[in-house]
Every structure is written in structure tokens, then in C-alpha cells.
């Protein structure tokens, strides 16, 4: 994996994904049809060899694979977020799923999210960042155009999701957003 400087951003942090991330815990979240309902992970099932053998793969990606872990040691790691790299075109897209519960609705998500797509767009040197999600997924919806980015497109019927097709939402944050873009 590229290199990352940890994150301190107040009442969480973003660091690298180790081995001492995986656990029945962080297994359990990938298996939870709840927290995978609007992720292509819901087609897969998990369990601690497949999470090794994909932190595996990502070491020695120029790809980040970051853990999101709360200041409070009750709630410790609570999900991630991955960075996929275009650097010839100084661009990234970014995800991120949350899969403890009790954080759900804490903004500890919320200042990951930015705080990634931030440091991204000064210290990582990117012009561009793109996320995309489900239409169905108001969550994730609100949590781009809350970190400042703008909805582009629609990529209409991209998914089957619980039996019907739903359009692929995508958005994205410049560097220099208060520019006009072609």
C-alpha cells in the first residue's frame, strides 16, 4: 500500500488496515446483510482467510485499505475506507462502509469521509475525487454532497438491488471546486 500518514481527526482516526484490524467483529460486518445491503460485497461471503488473503492483495498495491477507528476504546474499529489511485490523471475514487452499529449515526463516518476526501485534495496531491453508490442509497447520497462533493451522473440501471434495477449515482470533488469545470 501507498503510504499514509495517520489521521487524527478529533474524534476518530484513519490509519492504515493491519492484521490486527481483522477479527470476528469486522468478519461479521461483511456477512450483515444490513451493512452490505446497497455493496457489491453483499454477493460474497466472508471470512478471516478471504479478509487476510485481501489485506494480502493490497499490500502491495499503490491502493489504500484504511481502517476507521474511534477515539473511544469502547467502540475501536468501526469500519473503512478504500482509496483506488488513477495517478496519471491525479484522481481517486473513494468508499467507505461503516459497519458498527453504534456508530451509525454518531458523524464519526461523516468526519472520516471528509477528512479523507481533504487530505486527498491538499496533502495527497489530487486534483479529483469520485465516489458512486447505489440511487437507492440516500445515506451514502448525503454523505458525498455533505464532504462537498457534486452529483455528475446517473448510470441508470447499473444494479439489481432486492429484485429491481436501480441507476448508480455518481459524484465527485475537485481540488479547485470553486473553478468552473467542462
Given amino acids: 500500500m501507498r503510504d499514509f500518514p495517520a489521521l487524527d481527526l478529533g474524534r476518530c482516526r484513519l490509519v492504515p488496515f493491519t492484521e490486527g484490524h481483522l477479527s470476528d467483529r469486522y468478519v461479521g460486518w461483511l456477512n450483515d446483510p444490513a451493512v452490505v445491503r446497497y455493496s457489491e460485497q453483499r454477493h460474497r461471503h466472508h471470512d478471516l482467510a478471504s479478509c487476510t488473503a485481501y489485506l494480502q492483495a493490497m499490500l502491495p498495491s499503490r491502493d489504500l485499505f484504511l481502517a476507521i477507528e474511534a477515539v473511544d476504546p469502547a467502540l475501536g474499529h468501526i469500519g473503512n475506507i478504500s482509496v483506488s489511485f488513477d495517478d496519471p490523471n491525479r484522481s481517486a475514487d473513494v468508499s467507505i462502509m461503516v459497519g458498527e452499529t453504534a456508530a451509525r449515526g454518531t458523524g464519526l463516518g461523516s468526519a472520516a469521509w471528509r477528512g479523507i476526501l481533504d487530505w486527498l485534495l491538499t496533502d495527497g496531491g ?17 454523505l458525498m454532497e455533505n464532504g462537498g462533493m457534486t452529483i455528475e451522473c446517473m448510470r441508470p440501471r447499473a444494479f439489481i438491488c432486492e429484485g429491481e434495477e436501480v441507476a448508480m449515482v455518481l459524484a465527485a470533488r475537485f481540488a479547485d471546486d470553486d473553478r468552473p469545470h467542462d
Fill in 126 to 142: 489530487l486534483r479529483r475525487v469520485t465516489a458512486g453508490t447505489m440511487a437507492k442509497n440516500s445515506a451514502m447520497i448525503a
